[in-house]
């Protein structure tokens, strides 16, 4: 099966840069044996999307908001991304929930929202250190899943993805094991499985790099990757999808 990769540029590139990057990546990345994804910051999509119409890679948003309209000052409505023809939408990323204090319920009202508006959520969940020094992760987890997913309802497994991102390995260079990352994809996917009914693809991210990479996509429960840090440089971003 194909595996989905995923560059989340964050807030990292001036617009120019972002242009920039696409052009180079649509350059290199051809065939189709995994599936590639671009998630530019939100003034740059809708430059990046035409560069993408005849490429092999396509669009994803860093967000979206909990409703499609309305009174909502700052949002960005997941039915503009799906007329941008965004397709995928990172949701419940650790630095939102951390340091912009997102919450649970806010995290299932916008995927509740951006399914609604045929955009694919890509729930992030993931534990801390300290969570998983006391031996909590798995309970962490469950948790997140449970609150995230509650009342979400999937037609098919490819309408949501998962992304098992823990904190402490996120812009660390400290990776887990890629062996230790399969068991807990493999317990993230049986817990979405009894909340959803489908088994969901279920990606890794957290300090994957051109080293890593080829042996986290080699396990089995690892659908694919979700990448920030080495998104960003074409050479190696490329080198990681092309594997
Ligand atoms: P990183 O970020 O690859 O730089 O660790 C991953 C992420 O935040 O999605």
Same mark, same amino acid.
């Given at each position: &099966? ?8 964050? &807030?990292?590139?001036?617009?120019? +840069? ?14 189709? %044996? ?8 939100? @003034?740059?999509?809708? +430059? ?6 005849? *490429? ?9 908001? +909990? /409703? ?10 997941? /039915?503009?991304?799906?007329?941008? *023809? ?13 340091? @912009?204090?997102?919450? /649970?319920?806010?995290?299932?009202? %916008?995927?509740?929202? /951006?399914? #609604?508006? %045929? ?16 031996? !909590? #992760? ?11 997913? !509650?009342?979400? %309802?999937?037609?098919? #497994? ?20 890629? @062996? ?5 994809? #493999? ?19 957290? *300090?994957?790099?051109?080293?890593? *990479? ?13 990448? =920030? =840090?080495?998104? @960003?440089? +074409? ?9």
């Amino acid at each position: &099966m194909k595996k989905l990769i995923i560059a989340n540029w964050k &807030m990292q590139l001036t617009y120019p +840069a972002s242009l920039d990057l696409t052009k180079k990546l649509v350059k290199k990345i051809k065939g189709d %044996k995994n599936t590639v994804v671009v998630c530019p910051d939100y @003034l740059s999509l809708p +430059a990046v999307a035409p560069l993408l119409k005849s *490429s092999r890679l396509q669009l994803g948003a860093q967000d979206s908001a +909990a /409703a499609a309209y309305g009174a909502f000052t700052g949002e960005v409505s997941p /039915a503009n991304l799906k007329a941008l *023809s965004v397709k995928y939408v990172i949701i419940g990323h650790s630095e939102r929930r951390e340091r @912009l204090h997102e919450e /649970a319920g806010l995290i299932n009202a %916008k995927i509740k929202t /951006a399914l #609604a508006n %045929k955009l694919i959520p890509v729930l992030c969940i993931g534990e801390k250190l300290i969570e998983k020094e006391k031996g !909590n #992760a798995k309970k962490i987890l469950s948790q997140e899943l449970r609150q995230a997913l !509650n009342g979400v %309802k999937i037609k098919s #497994a490819a309408d949501l993805v998962i992304a098992y991102e823990p904190l402490w390995a996120i812009g660390t260079g400290h990776a887990i094991i890629p @062996l230790e990352a399969d068991i807990i994809n #493999a317990f993230i996917r049986t817990q979405a499985a009894k909340i959803l009914n489908k088994s969901v693809r279920v990606l890794y991210g957290g *300090s994957v790099a051109a080293e890593n *990479s080829a042996e986290f996509l080699r396990q089995k429960n690892v659908d694919g990757l979700l990448i =920030g =840090g080495a998104s @960003l440089k +074409a050479e190696e971003f490329s080198s990681i999808c092309l594997q």
